[in-house]
Every structure is written in structure tokens, then in C-alpha cells.
């Protein structure tokens, strides 16, 4: 009895083994570097070599560049409601489309004292407007979606931390 | 076969009920010919199986309730069947399995059932009354799993009445299914507003707190307005990071592919442990989990790449499970409510 619940042990070990090689592809953070990797250093490559570096510190250098950013942002993390949103803006138009008025903000109503919530209504404006697609959710989804927001921004900081240290040493 | 064990059933059930046992024997009749029609069913016995101790305990408890000395038998019948089910499973001892088998597929029938009359609010096509009792009872049981989770968030000032609505509508709200059951009890009209309320408002709560823990020193603000506050500078102060190194990266630029290929696994590796932000809901660290060869044109070395999985993996399986465990059960980058 021993040796077969040892041998099942071992078994099962394996498969946990082999499922594991499997399942590290899944890894949320590993598949989020990765692609947004292989998508923002070939743009970046593109953007070098099509302007010459004189206009490096030019404006639409920035924007070309930050909407690159944006774009490997928006495709490596594609199961939030704000990065498909920031996939369409980026896709559909290249400038700001002007704010919307956050009524949704307003209407949700939010029972707090009279102070403190029309302080906590004005700090929700401001988060709206921070994360992408802000504008159209209510206090709710805003909160569910700063937390994924933050995520993602905190794995993109160590990509690019690690590219660029990749670059200088 | 299956005579001779419905008669020793009889005898030894005198105190049973005589309908509880036609009704089974009934079933049994049902099962089999559902059984003879599935294509699956070795794959089927062998499911139930493995998955006997569950049903069985299943059995027990409902079937206790009806019958007293129903049990016993049970775990005669079992009894031997079960160490023939380790491996494939004999014919002889198909009857066993079958009186087995038919709990649990009864089981998983009435399981099933609870799904499909909540979802499409009819009922199964069979229906005795065991089954019924069957049904509220794991119901019952589901909906008490799901209010552990959400009584941890209720206030304990509240009264017990007010309690049991309350299960009543988070227990609906927490159930992932598309029709969401609501029992009506008495008085609930008028407190719909202030119960959805309550539970958009624990929610709400939920939240934040998840927040708190992600955002670095927000332990220390208290009250929503102070918490939001650090969420935003926090937000920002990454936004601004972000911009300020994907700059600096574009301006290098030259130098990528060079860096592209240079790139090792290990490197990543640090900076996912070095991690302080905790993606999981559940209070696990990063797992050392080694990235997979980036598809990159410039081919990346594989040798390389190899011995940091081989170390990798042999490190603690057990620690490591459970933590790509409550990984792998969040939702991909975090949320899961």
C-alpha cells in the first residue's frame, strides 16, 4: 500500500509538473510582458528609422512614441474595459477627443455626508479622467478598473526599467 | 443481480419507507437506461468513481434526513466496490456501481436541475420528491458557501431578520448565474431599495480595500476621500513614469536589438519577485515563474533560456502551487468579484 500511494504520489507530482510547463505560458504577468515586448520594440524601431534622430525632441515625436506605448499598453492587457478602450481611441482617432461631462459620476448616487462627498465626487472626476474610458463608467467599474489599471502600469514600469537598463549596461 | 441487492435492501430497510425504495428502484431503472445510452459511460463510472466520496457524503446527509437506516447500506454497497473502482471496472461488480452510480447521477441530475430551473426557471422532466428535497437541500448548502464569503463583509449590528434578507439577496447576487433567484419573504418590498443599497455599498467597500492594498501607504489615509486621493498622485506618479522611460527607450533606440537578444530570462525573473504589489486577492506572493522565449524576430538563445526553467521548476512544488494556484484562480491580472 505504501508503495502505490507513494508511486500515486509521485504521479501526481508529475502531472502537476508537466501541467505546470503548461501553465506557466499562462503566468498573467509573464504573457503581459511578453507581448507588450514584442509589440513595443519593433514600433520603437520603426520610429527610429523612419525620422531622423534631429527630430527626437520634437512634439509629435512624443505623441508618436507615448501612442506606441499606449498601443503595447492596450494590446497586453486586453481583458480590461479600459484597455479595449484605449485600444479604440488609439485605433480611431489620433487626437483628444474633448472630455465628456461625467454624468454618470453624478447620478450614482452616493450616500455620503454633505462634505465629504462631494469631495469624494471630485477626487472620482480626477480618476476618471486618469484612466482610460474613465468617463463612461460609474463609481463602481471605475474602482474595479483602477485596481487592473495599476497593475498594468506597475508591469509596464519593470519592462521598461529592465529594457532600459538592457540598453545602458 | 440487481434483484438480489434490492432484496437485501428490503430486508434489512423494514423501518424505511416502501416508496422511498420503489422511487429508487425507479430511478435506477431511469439511470440505467440513460446509462446504456451514453457512449461515455466506463469513463462515467470511473468519474463517479473518483468523485465518490463526495457524492457519497452527499447521499449520506440527504438521505439520512429521509431515511434512517438507508446509510448503512450504502456504505456496505460501497464498501467493496469502491476498491474495485481504482482500477478499471469489472462487470461483476457493475451492479454495485450501478446502485452507486445511480445516487450519483441522480445527484448530478438534481444538481443539474438546480441549474437548469434557475436559469430557465422549468422544471426537469423527472421530479420525485426526493429529488426536490434533494435540490433545496443542496441549494441551501450552495447558498451557505457563498454567504460565508459575503457574511464576513456584513456588519454584526444588524438584526438576524435583517441578516437572513440579506443572505437572501447577496446569495442571489453572488450566484454567477444569468437569472438571478430571488425569494420573496415577507416586508422585503419596501427594503429593496435600502438592500441594494446596503449591498452596492459593501461592494463598494470591497473595493477600496482591495485598493488600499495596492496602492503603497494607503494603510495610513483613512476614510474614501484620503484613500482616493493617494490612488490618484499614485496613479499619476506611474503615468508619469511610464512616459518618462518609454522616452528615455525611444532615445536608445539603437541599441535595442542588441538588447533584444541579450535579454535573459533571469532578469525578468528579478523584477517579478521584486514585486512588492501582490496581483491575487488572496494574500500570495509572486511565484518565480521563468518567462517563455519571447517571439522575437531576433531569435532568442534557447540553451539559455532552458536551465533557468529546469532550476526554476524544481523549486518547491508545493509552495509554488498553491501560489500559482490563487494566481491562476484570479482573473487574469487580478479582479475577481
Redesign the interface.
Known sequence: MKQTNAHMERQI?NK??RV??V????????????RY??HL??A??K??MNKPSSQ?NSKS??QT??HE?DMALALS?Q??AWSRFLQHKLLSSPHEDPSYSSKILETSSC??DGK?GA??KK??K??QK??PGGEEMN??EI??E?????????L?????????????S | MLESLVSLESMSLSSMDVSVLERLKWLQQQQQQVLSTTNASPELLQFHGTNNDELLQNTFSHFQMLGSGFGPNYSMGFGPSHEAMDGCISRTNSCQMDQADTVGVMLKNSEENITISLKNKRKSEVKTREEEKTEKKIKVEAETELNMKVKSNLSNTEASSETSKQKSKAASENQKLDYIHVRARRGQATDRHSLA?RA??E??SK??K??QD??PGCNKVT???GM??E??N???S??R???F?????????????L??E??SVK??QA??TN?P?V?ASKPSL??D????P????GSLDLSVINPN?ATT?EAP?AS??TQ?QS??NT?????Q?
Open positions: 507530482m502537476r509538473k505546470f510547463s501553465q506557466e505560458k499562462k503566468n498573467p504577468k509573464a504573457v503581459f510582458a511578453k515586448v514584442s520594440v519593433p520603437l524601431k520610429i527610429n527626437i515625436f512624443e512614441v507615448q506605448v492587457a481583458e480590461f450616500k455620503q465629504e469631495e469624494i477626487k472620482l480626477e480618476l486618469l484612466v463609481m463602481e474602482l474595479s483602477v485596481g487592473s489599471y495599476i497593475v498594468c502600469l506597475e509596464q514600469m519593470i519592462v521598461l526599467k529592465s529594457l532600459v537598463q538592457d540598453n545602458i | 443599497e452596492r455599498r461592494k463598494i473595493k477600496m482591495y485598493l495596492l496602492v476614510g474614501r476621500a482616493l486621493d490612488i490618484i499614485y496613479v499619476q506611474l503615468q513614469q511610464v512616459e522611460l518609454s522616452m528615455k527607450l525611444a532615445v536608445l533606440n539603437p541599441e535595442l536589438e538588447a533584444m541579450d535579454l532578469q525578468f523584477y517579478f514585486l504589489v496581483v509572486m511565484v515563474a521563468p518567462l517563455f519571447l517571439d522575437q524576430q526553467q521548476i512544488s509554488w502551487e500559482s494566481l491562476y482573473s487574469s491580472l487580478g479582479f468579484y
